[in-house]
């Protein structure tokens, strides 16, 4: 087992590199029977897909490990600038020569966590109307995805979602809740066909809620 970060070393098995340049990536791959990639960086997409193509050369030139990547639920039919850089990098996976796995996730817990903690900054909290999120817990992601890559390769396989889709605004309440907080939210209709594909659900995945942690779950552990 070996991590790529690009942070020093903290011990052995910790390799230091870069997908935005590809130093330290062929060594980091050396021996591989799999790569688990879940490396992104939502402000700079050409890193997920160069970065991608970086590690898709060292891997080729290790002896062509299994690769197994992370995307998202909706990457297709959302057109938000980051989830074209997934489809983008999806394709880049599909394409490399590789025996490959790519696995959709709808949105993690903390991330829901995370932008509800930015709103509550605010008395007053604009909540967009009519849209839903499917949080999962990053542990039964973790858990799926090491399934995935020591089995055989298996192309784009079943999405994974949490286990209930609820909206925004149930989900920043129980935020509130969690945290003994009180905000006014006020629900407002986005324009955009960004938020219109959320509205429609497309970054749900209802038939493939395999995530068993709901978010009031994961709140109260934290
Ligand atoms: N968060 C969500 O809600 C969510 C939902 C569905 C799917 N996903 C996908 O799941 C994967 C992981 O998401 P996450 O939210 O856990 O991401 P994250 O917390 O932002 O972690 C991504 C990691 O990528 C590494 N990284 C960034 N730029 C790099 C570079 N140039 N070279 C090497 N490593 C680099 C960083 O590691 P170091 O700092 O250690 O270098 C960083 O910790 C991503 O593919 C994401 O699209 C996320």
Redesign the pocket.
């Known amino acids: 087992m070996r991590v790529?970060?690009?942070?020093p070393s903290t011990g052995p098995g910790v390799y230091t590199?870069?997908?935005?340049?590809g130093a330290g990536v062929a060594k980091a791959v050396a021996g591989a029977g799999a790569v688990i990639?879940?490396?992104?960086?939502?402000r700079?997409w050409q890193?997920?897909i160069d970065?991608t193509r970086r590690l898709v050369e060292a891997a080729r030139a290790a002896g062509g490990p299994h690769l197994v990547?992370?995307?998202?639920?909706g990457v297709d039919r959302i057109p938000y600038g980051y989830y074209r850089a997934?489809l983008a990098t999806e394709r880049v996976v599909e394409e490399s020569g590789l025996p490959w796995t790519i696995l959709?996730?709808?949105?993690?817990h903390?991330?829901?966590r995370m932008v509800a903690g930015v709103l509550a900054k605010s008395p007053l909290v604009p909540v967009p109307a009519g849209v839903r999120f499917q949080?999962?817990d990053?542990h039964e992601?973790a858990a799926r995805v090491i399934k995935l890559a020591t089995g055989t390769p298996a192309g784009r396989v079943d999405d994974m979602g949490g286990p209930h889709a609820r909206t925004a605004e149930e989900l920043f309440r129980a935020y509130l809740r969690a945290t003994g907080r009180r905000r006014l939210i006020l629900p407002i209709s986005l324009p955009g066909k960004v938020f219109r594909g959320f509205r429609a659900g497309a970054n749900l995945t209802p038939e493939h809620a395999y995530g068993r942690v709901t978010f009031e779950d994961y709140l109260n552990h934290r």
């Open positions: 790529l970060t690009r942070r590199g870069d997908l935005s340049t990639h879940c490396a992104t960086d939502p700079r890193v997920d970065g990547y992370v995307s998202i639920v997934k959709r996730v709808t949105q993690f903390d991330l829901i949080p999962v990053v992601v």
